[in-house]
């Protein structure tokens, strides 16, 4: 018995050092993409930065639109940095639209050393509409690509000046999505899914938060009767079918979807750009229409 006993305690003490060690690796300090710029296509921006609600300084580009008084504020994913998202902002821009990028924090040109993928992020997402509404915009789009799809989702219903969202592969559950990030890293499934578990525990012991009570699943209801457009490709591996669905479901009947069956994650614009950059522009052009140029 003793036997058993100190090989259960073991098993769970090296179930809880993987859980703290996948908390600390998802958190951590994220280095950039490739740095890219707007003026690589034609675009005048400024450099600029401001506070999250939370006081900490974020850094990004404002790219305007003379004599607009809309604006789509980007929300890039985990891990890497604004910079890829910038080849969507001409066709905004030539729409008529104002566009602000910013790092996250803890990503690249943004303060910070430790992210959440939601939690935290809202208070950047929050911060990044009051820049815009001092611009003195109140007409606002959030385009959110893959864990910038969770932040977009939890900001909005805290913000009535957001008319509307995408979510470009925002994973419904984040149990789910680190379940599948667990078991790019060698996990069994079936453990990668205990792992997420408590990755997400110890996180929410890291942050002071509970981190089960902000997945988009819980938040997307609110959303309504705002708009919101689902782009998901079927291949996606961070969002199955099942939560896929479940999710548009608790959005209501103002969700829109774009399913591309052979798309993985966030892939679809990669299969279809031209196609990917009218949806997002005619999707705002319809939900940003009372603040038009």
């Not at 990030?181 to 079936?190: S, T």
């Not at 608790?250 to 279809?272: F, I």
Request: with cysteine.
């Amino acid at each position: 018995m003793r036997r058993a006993a100190r090989l259960t305690l073991s098993t769970l003490l090296a179930l809880c050092s993987a859980g703290m060690g996948l908390s600390l690796l998802l958190t951590r300090r994220h280095k950039p993409d490739e740095t890219r710029s707007p003026a690589e296509y034609g675009l005048d921006f400024e450099d600029v930065s401001f506070p999250a609600r939370d006081g900490l300084t974020l850094r990004g580009w404002w790219i305007p639109a003379a004599g607009s008084d809309r604006a789509v504020i980007f929300l890039h994913g985990q891990g890497g940095s604004m910079d890829p998202d910038i080849q969507y902002a001409p066709a905004l821009h030539a729409a008529g639209f104002n566009v602000l990028m910013f790092d996250f924090r803890a990503h690249c040109r943004s303060d910070g050393q430790i992210s959440t993928i939601g939690y935290l992020e809202r208070q950047d997402a929050l911060g990044a509409v009051d820049f815009v509404r001092g611009q003195g915009i109140e007409c606002i789009g959030l385009l959110g690509f893959s864990m910038g799809g969770i932040v977009a989702i939890l900001t909005a219903p805290l913000c009535p000046h957001v008319r509307g969202v995408i979510s470009d592969g925002g994973p419904a559950r984040l149990k789910t999505s680190l379940a599948v990030w667990a078991q790019e890293r060698g996990a069994p499934y079936p453990l990668g899914v205990i792992l997420a578990r408590l990755a997400l525990t110890f996180t929410s012991l890291r942050v002071g938060a509970n981190q089960f009570r902000y997945e988009p699943l819980r938040w997307v209801g609110q959303i309504a009767p705002r708009p919101i457009l689902f782009i998901h490709g079927g291949r996606d591996q961070y969002v199955p079918p099942r939560d896929f669905e479940a999710l548009v479901a608790v959005a209501g009947p103002t969700a829109e979807v774009w399913r591309v069956p052979e798309a993985g994650h966030r892939t679809v614009d990669q299969l279809h750009p031209e196609a990917y950059r009218r949806r997002i522009v005619t999707f705002f052009e319809r939900c940003l229409a009372s603040g038009g140029p």
